[in-house]
């Protein structure tokens, strides 16, 4: 209960504050009718007895300004009078103008509440770096990107991961950083020379004639089984062997072989300089079908790969790439750089080039195949073009050479292993203090460390030595002790004697903008300015915060406040069957997730209205996700702006694949996903958090419309409260399949009969249900089709839009939860930044400029 | 232990030769073996993170005591019939998360007990008894995490006084060696390997130290937690060192050294062993394991990733869950066959003082309630061989975990948002 003493202090302070600033009313108390009214239709289920949803009311404080915890529980009254929830159904209604009376004092105090309280901004709990802070900051210090997989993920404790209040830490995870920055260190300092780059070309031919000369084999052995077929008496063991029945195989097959042989290699001239390519693995009598593996020949570095490829005329637009991936052992990491589209005919190839990395540490290998469509169901292809050629599916892309030229390393990492040279006259003692203070200093962040601790640093390095470990050894374990120390792990900020909050120096400051706009430290120019005192000047920290967003490091805040403002973990929860969704694979996925942070990234950059994410006449797209909207003459993984044709559906959030497939389950699509998504996230008007313990509507089992199957949302009181709200909004979207194709008609699999035999080529029923998008909003505006709905959100959302950004914003760079006591400062960025055109940088300044991000 | 301590460290310090120490490590086991004339009580706890197929998983509610028909799904352990009991209408009433199978299940926390904090919990179940059952053993508690662990939810399933998460081992292998290997370092480098450890602990310390001046109140709070896992590691390499001289022990049968490459079912299984033997030579008498989900999925032929069936509906999903739970049934089967095979020294077996179970947070789906609860052994002297629904729909399952803790033997007032033990379980 320290918690409520605390906030019972802060709220103290902050009314004689009030007092002067603002000269309003110091306390927002409820007239004491109130109770009235709370005995006469609230007690029967929320009395010191009952306290149904435990809430006591009457021990609820009728200062609402008391605390915040008191201020929730009013707001919470306020939101269950208002929407009806409270009294429920089958209690005493209370009558229209004891609530319509009750509600506008509510609603009036809550306000004076508010500005009360607002003024506390919340108390900053010191956080941890959270792991995706902390990779960035082991990045920054030594020069790569270490594996940081061993750490926990920080997002799964629900909100944001830099709500200092949520990072915890336990004896093991001392251990993991502890282990991490060892490796880290250990590949970092490696006093090994790293090798110079070098290239190598592995030619595509090697990969076909080798199936041409193994086509040679198999006629052999054809031959051979032939002839012990036609006599009796010799043992198969004298033809090469084992059993009758493997002779027997080798000539029945024989045929379906070579027409594989055929038409992969044996008939092609281009098999002479090059190799076809083809994903997954065969399912006739080669097994595995080619792809080029190039080693890589250090653990680690950027690596350039440059691939002399074409594609043939019958090849299918999605069919027409190339995938890169990295190997090593079983673990497959699969990048998007990794992914071209091959354009070029076979009689004039094109040189495609991709930077890749290989994780550090890691042995392994590039693997470039074409690209996999049907990942689940690898061979229906092949059994489908089996019974038209004889053979196999058509190859769609023809590899001249792979040429892999690397590694490249950071200049920070190539210079790091000098920095442990002793200088000449060193003793080993001043040796490491040296070595040890600076790194210690600039881990720090520019604090200076505690002189105990690096005394205790240096004991301890000369106590490894003298136990007999080598220079190097000793120093990585002190180094790995400074990266799990907490000057390291935990944004400090000290506040000092004050009993209030104060201003941050500006160290701090520039510490806490770097985490904010990049996760990462400060670099130099930042920290530069925050030594000469400079960057707390408002065009001095506005100029640095231009900076920032310039910087590419700025993809850091993008990437990982979008994926948490937008609920994005849901787009990787479901597989999609390839039977239902052939044009969808994992390529699809990756780049849908990157449109929309990419299309963010373009709004910003281009200081753009964030209007522009609600509708827009263009889209940010690389070259797989235009040939999934079908979107012509878009080549190159690049993401580039793309202009709509008029009518589009595209443009904007709602128009985006990424958020149709979260709104789905892997097989259809949902209403309900869709419908809360927006309210969540467009509107601004989360509905309350989906009650556990109700059972999902199954849909499986019949042929049932989307529509007719919520039905039952709306016939049963409990459901039809929230979904009354969430599921028109979803129906506005059903015109995006379950991976956000658009459809003028709904497909729904006519599930076979129970009994069935379950076979994987059984053709699949369909039923066709026409679809009907249209809808209602929360205020009442009604539309008749998607585009409707998209206009409708454009023009009566926007407010509630850019409100939704700033509450997420407050919470994401503070790192603390939104609370009822930001409302005012809420209204204030929200406001600022529509003076400024409403651009991501606007939002951003204001918050930056605010007393909020300032304080400590 | 003091006296132990003492004598370590004295010994640590002089010119003593090998042998005196290990004898006197032998003879320290030995006498403590002596001591006990009753077999220990050990704790396992299997948790499934997403739940299981219900309509198949669980038995006719109408369908109660020792005669029931077992369904489905659990079929594979129709051998131990008598010796499992499955419960009904238990649940987590703080349990809001239905992703979350594993985080809270041995705990009951309320996820959102801290106004401004996203994230609470509170000591698990298994750590109430580590604290008693692991003065006696090497470990005071073992933990396994699958390698992939979709449905568990954030954490672990083991949590700490301080409600912080117990990473597991992350395989077979691992636990393989926490159990059987490092005796072949010599005795001097692992004492000067535990020394290093704590001045290295001295070292970060005085740092948190430095850093703690001027801090406000609410990140004194937040430093808290650093100082307390620093200080949990000073207990634990105290421990190690009150150990150092005791050779690790070898089954009488001895398990071998699982492949590196096991996944899914086939992991489980050689845990299960390794679960096995760890009694067989008491390293530690508190055991959790948070099975693996999607490769287990995989290891059984079904192309679905745990996540998918765990949404199971119409006929393919709904049939590879059913053989989902039905592989972890034969499993359980295994488990308890192993435990069966193994007699303490007074006769009985190591079922017989085993307080097992196997469950999850989750239903199935998203859902909450009637938490699947599948039991087994008479470490905490239930009657077992039963299906038992709990008249109140809504049985704390804390209750379950407060009969475990003081049926073992572990006298506490309370634990979670129990009400109570459940008589049920103690009466025939």
Redo the contacts between chains.
């Keep these: 209960m320290?918690?409520s003493i605390?906030s019972t202090l802060a709220v103290t302070a902050i009314i004689l504050s009030c007092n002067l600033s603002f000269g309003q009313s110091t306390k927002a108390i409820m007239p004491k009718e109130s109770a009235e009214l709370f005995r006469k239709y609230c007690y029967d289920c929320h009395d010191s007895q009952s306290q149904e949803g435990k809430l006591d009311l009457e021990v609820l404080s009728f200062e609402i300004s008391k605390d915040?915890?008191t201020a929730?529980h009013w707001d919470n009254i306020l939101a269950a009078l208002n929407s009806g929830e409270m009294p429920p159904e089958d209690a005493t209604p209370i009558s229209d103008k004891e609530k319509a009376a009750f509600l506008e004092e509510l609603s009036k105090r809550m306000v004076v509440a508010r500005n009360i309280l607002s003024d506390s901004g919340?108390?900053i709990?010191?956080?941890?770096l959270n792991r995706r802070e902390y990779q960035n900051t082991l990045e920054a210090l030594l020069g790569f990107r270490p594996d940081v997989s061993t750490l926990?993920d920080d997002e799964?404790?629900?909100?944001f991961d830099t709500?200092?209040?949520?990072l915890?830490?336990?004896?093991?995870?001392?251990?993991?950083y502890?282990e991490t920055a060892t490796r880290a260190l250990e590949y970092a300092l490696n006093s090994k020379a790293r090798p110079k780059p070098r290239t190598v070309r592995f030619e595509g031919e090697t990969i076909s004639q080798a199936y041409i000369a193994k086509a040679e084999e198999k006629r052999e052995a054809f031959e051979l089984a032939k002839a012990f077929l036609a006599q009796a008496g010799k043992p198969p063991q004298d033809f090469g062997f084992t059993t009758p029945e493997q002779a027997k195989n080798v000539y029945d097959n024989h045929t379906y072989a070579m027409a594989v042989y055929d038409l992969y290699f044996l008939t092609r001239p281009e098999s002479k300089t090059g190799t076809i390519l083809l994903p997954g693995r065969h399912n006739g009598p080669v097994k595995r079908m080619p792809r080029v593996v190039v080693e890589s020949w250090y653990p680690g570095g950027t690596y350039k790969l440059r691939i002399k490829a074409a594609s043939y005329d019958t090849a299918m637009d999605h069919e027409r790439y190339l995938q890169v991936q990295f190997q090593s052992g079983?673990n497959i990491f699969t990048t998007l750089d990794g992914l071209a589209k091959v354009t070029a005919p076979i009689e004039d190839p094109q040189i495609i080039e991709l930077q890749l990395q290989n994780p550090a540490g890691v042995k392994g290998a590039f693997r470039v195949k074409q690209r996999n469509y049907e990942e689940?169901w690898p061979y229906r292809i092949d059994i489908q073009w089996k019974a038209k050629n004889g053979a196999g599916r058509l190859p769609a892309v023809w590899v001249d050479y792979v040429e892999l030229e690397g590694p490249f390393f950071n200049e920070r990492l190539q210079q790091l292993p000098q920095l442990l040279q002793p200088d000449d006259d060193q003793s080993d003692e001043e040796y490491a203090r040296s070595i040890i203070t600076r790194f210690a200093t600039e881990s720090f962040r520019n604090r200076t460390?505690?002189p105990?601790?690096l005394d205790?640093?240096v004991?301890?390095y000369l106590?490894?030595r003298e136990?007999g470990d080598k220079p190097q050894k000793a120093i990585i374990?002190c180094l790995a002790?400074v990266l799990?120390?907490?000057?390291f792990?935990?944004l400090?900020e000290?506040?000092?004697?004050s009993e209030s909050p104060v201003q941050l120096s500006d160290q701090e400051l520039a510490i806490r903008l770097a985490y904010f706009l990049w996760s990462s430290p400060p670099d130099e120019s930042l920290m530069a300015a925050a030594n000469n005192g400079s960057l707390s000047e408002p065009n001095v920290l506005k100029t640095q915060t231009e900076r920032l967003i310039q910087d590419p490091r700025f993809d850091r805040f993008i990437s990982g406040f979008t994926h948490q403002w937008l609920d994005m973990k849901r787009i990787d929860?479901?597989?999609f069957s390839a039977f239902d969704f052939p044009e969808f694979d994992e390529s699809v996925r990756r780049s849908a997730r990157e449109e929309v942070y990419q299309t963010i990234r373009h709004v910003t950059i281009a200081d753009l209205p964030i209007d522009q994410l609600l509708k827009s006449d263009f889209v940010i797209v690389n070259d797989v996700l235009a040939d999934f909207y079908q979107l012509p003459d878009v080549n190159g993984s690049e993401f580039r702006k793309v202009s709509l044709p008029p009518a589009s559906p595209r443009g904007g959030l709602l128009g985006m694949a990424a958020v149709h497939i979260m709104g789905s389950?892997?097989l259809r699509s949902s209403p309900v996903e869709r419908g809360v998504w927006v309210l969540r996230h467009l509107l601004n008007d989360p509905p309350p958090?989906?009650p556990?313990?109700i059972?999902?509507l199954?849909?499986?089992?019949a042929a049932l419309s989307i529509r007719d199957l919520q039905k039952r949302h709306q016939e049963e009181p409990q459901c039809a409260s929230c979904h009354h709200k969430i599921d028109p909004i979803g129906y506005g979207m059903e015109n995006f399949t379950a991976t956000g194709l658009w459809r003028e008609m709904e497909a729904v699999k006519i599930?076979?009969a129970?009994n069935a035999k379950?076979s994987k080529k059984q053709a699949l029923q369909y039923k066709q249900f026409p679809i009907d998008p249209s809808g209602e909003l929360p205020r009442g505006e009604r539309f008749t089709s998607y585009h409707e709905l998209r206009e409708n959100i454009l023009n009566h959302y926007n407010d509630a839009f850019a409100r939704g950004l700033s509450e997420n914003l407050i919470a994401y760079a503070l790192g603390?939860?939104y609370?009822i006591s930001d409302h005012n400062f809420a209204t204030q960025i929200t406001t600022d930044a529509a003076e400024e055109g409403n651009t991501i940088t606007a939002f951003i300044h204001a918050l930056v400029q605010s007393e909020a991000f300032r304080l400590k | 232990m003091n006296k132990t301590r003492r004598q370590f460290l004295r010994s640590s310090t002089a010119v003593i030769a090998l042998p005196f120490l290990e004898s006197f490590g032998f003879r320290r086991f030995a006498s403590a073996a002596s001591q006990v004339t009753t077999p220990p009580k050990r704790m396992i706890f299997l948790g499934t993170g997403f739940g299981v197929t219900a309509n198949a998983w669980y038995p006719d509610k109408n369908d109660t005591g020792y005669d029931y028909k077992l369904p489905e799904s659990l079929t594979p352990l129709a051998r131990h019939k008598q010796d499992i009991s499955i419960l009904q209408h238990l649940e987590h009433a703080n349990?809001?998360d239905?992703h979350s199978g594993s985080t809270f299940w041995l705990t009951g926390a309320d996820?959102f007990a801290?106004?401004?904090?996203?994230?609470h919990n509170t000591v698990s179940v298994d750590q109430v008894a580590a604290a008693q059952f692991g003065s006696q053993t090497r470990y005071t508690s073992m933990h396994v995490d699958g390698s992939d662990l979709l449905g568990h939810?954030?954490?672990s399933l083991s949590w700490?006084q301080n409600g912080?998460?117990?990473?597991g081992l992350q395989n077979p292998v691992a636990l393989y060696h926490k159990l059987f290997s490092g005796d072949s370092i010599p005795l001097a480098q692992r004492q000067?390997m535990l020394a290093?450890e704590r001045?290295?602990l001295?070292?970060?310390l005085?740092?948190?130290?430095?850093?703690k001046?001027?801090?406000?109140?609410?990140?004194v709070?937040?430093?808290d937690?650093?100082f307390?896992?620093?200080r949990?590691?000073e207990k634990?390499i105290g421990k190690e060192e009150s150990w150092l001289n005791v050779p690790k022990k070898t089954p009488t049968n001895p398990v071998k050294e699982p492949s590196e490459?096991l996944e899914g079912a086939p992991a489980v299984e050689a845990v299960y062993d390794l679960m096995v033997a760890a009694m067989q030579v008491d390293a530690s008498r508190v055991f959790t394991y948070r099975l693996p989900s999607d490769s287990f999925c995989a290891s059984i032929g079904s192309?679905?990733?745990a996540?998918?069936l765990s949404?199971y509906?119409?006929?393919?999903?709904t049939?590879d869950s059913i053989r989902r739970d039905q592989a972890h049934a034969r499993l359980v089967a295994h488990l308890l066959d192993k435990l069966k095979a193994t007699t303490e020294a007074d006769g009985s077996t190591l079922l017989d003082n085993v307080a097992l179970t196997f469950g999850s947070n989750l239903r199935s789906?998203?859902?909450?309630?009637n938490c699947p609860t599948l039991i087994a052994g008479g470490g905490a002297g239930f009657k077992q061989g039963r299906h038992l629904v709990m008249k109140d729909e809504k049985t704390p399952l804390c209750n379950l975990w407060l009969s475990t803790l003081r049926g073992s033997g572990v006298n506490v007032d309370s634990f979670g948002d129990a009400t109570g033990v459940i008589d049920e379980l103690f009466e025939a």
């Design positions: 320290k918690q605390l915040i915890q929730e919340g108390e709990t010191m956080r941890r926990p799964e404790t629900g909100g709500a200092g209040g949520s915890f830490f336990s004896s093991d995870q001392f251990e993991q502890r079983k689940p460390p505690d105990d601790y205790n640093l004991r301890y106590n490894r136990a374990d002790l799990s120390s907490p000057s792990l935990y400090i000290p506040r000092g004697d929860m479901f597989d389950d892997g958090p989906a556990p313990n059972p999902m199954e849909h499986e089992d599930p076979p129970a379950r603390r939860p609370a | 349990s809001r239905g996820r801290i106004p401004g904090r996203n994230f939810g954030a954490g700490n912080k998460p117990i990473l000067a290093d001045s290295a001295d070292t970060v005085s740092d948190a130290r430095s850093v001046r001027g801090l406000t109140q609410t990140d709070e937040k430093l937690e650093y307390e896992s620093i949990d590691i634990r490459s192309s679905y990733t996540h998918n949404h509906a119409g006929t393919e999903r049939h789906k998203h859902s909450l309630d």
